[in-house]
């Protein structure tokens, strides 16, 4: 059962979980992003995570905005959170398990649907703009004090 979000974060969702054509090798692909309600870190960075067997489909992350996205760089990385990622997803959304108990493939109409997460090969992920009247830059600045 999915955690409810504040008034702000149901705006969010609302914003973010809209219908989209994005470009995938080319070929134009309807999606709709989904948000997950944990905040990790400070939440500056709004990040876009796709399992590669559910691809174009994807999930929309608020990240610390000290986190990088590439692996090669120093910690704090995205990719060092990855299992912390992935189990607020599966707490929020489910697993979509790809074998039953005997290690047997299931088939395709067994399996829990999007969003519930699919890990069998792994994930790539990328920045992603905030819609527009989000985000860290369109929160007031602090009043100054003299």
């Known amino acids: 059962m999915p955690e409810a979000m504040p008034d702000d974060d149901a705006a969010l969702k609302a914003a973010i979980e809209s219908p989209e054509t994005i470009l995938l090798y080319g070929v134009p692909r ?6 997950v ?3 990790f870190g400070n939440g500056a960075k709004l990040v876009e995570l ?6 174009p489909q994807c999930y929309v992350l608020r990240v610390d905005g000290s986190w990088s996205l590439s692996n ?13 990622i992935v189990q607020a ?11 039953d ?6 088939p395709d109409e067994e399996r829990a649907p999007w969003p519930a997460i699919d890990m069998e090969i792994g994930v790539y992920w990328r920045a992603r703009t ?11 600045a602090p009043a100054a004090s003299a």
């Open 30 to 35: 309807e999606r709709t992003p989904v948000l």
């Open 37 to 39: 309600s944990k905040v």
């Open 50 to 55: 796709a399992p590669v067997n559910s691809i």
């Open 72 to 84: 090669n760089d120093p910690e704090p990385t995205l990719g060092s959170h990855t299992d912390e």
């Open 89 to 99: 997803i599966a707490d929020e959304f489910g697993i979509s398990e790809s074998e």
């Open 101 to 106: 108990d005997a290690g047997e493939p299931l």
């Open 130 to 140: 905030w819609p527009e009247g989000y985000g860290p830059a369109s929160k007031p």
